[in-house]
């Protein structure tokens, strides 16, 4: 009898930990995927950077030669028509920590997509003490259920985002709509 409540011990302990480990595998591939479409999204802005870095020049060369011809009116006006397309265009987060600012702007750009209104106030330092994984893990999950919330509603569709860094301690608050019915799984 010992020895059948040794074996089943042991054995439910084995169980358990070949659990444990597909649950870290299966939780580690959706982060390497997350990981990978954030990737994705920071090459996307850097592709954007050096596309208006491009344009930046044709700008300044188009306005040296207005000013060259002596056309200083024409020039004037198109640098308040580059001003005010620039504030009524600009699609840059200015997010100094790099990772969050992609998860959010990837994020943002998925909710906007779905006709959800999407604010956020961060004020965090470029380097946290967080790993860049557990960033992405909380971050990513949080804002996946604010979208899906927020996709099942036909109007009032919000997400608000508020991170703030102080004192040691990371705060982060996230509000959305919802149908007023909370969903639970067994995880």
Known sequence: MAFLSLFVIAYTRYILKIEKKNIFIEATEKEYKNMADYMGEIENLYNDLRSQRHDYINHVETIKGLIYNNDIAKAGSYVGDLISTEVNESKRLSISNSLVNSIISYKKRIAEEKNIGFKYDVKIPSKLSIEDIDMTIVLSNALDNAIEACDRLEDKRYIDVY????????????????????VEDEK
């Open 163 to 182: 991170m703030n860094y102080g004192m040691g301690k990371l705060k982060i608050k996230i509000s959305n709509a919802f149908n007023g019915e909370l």
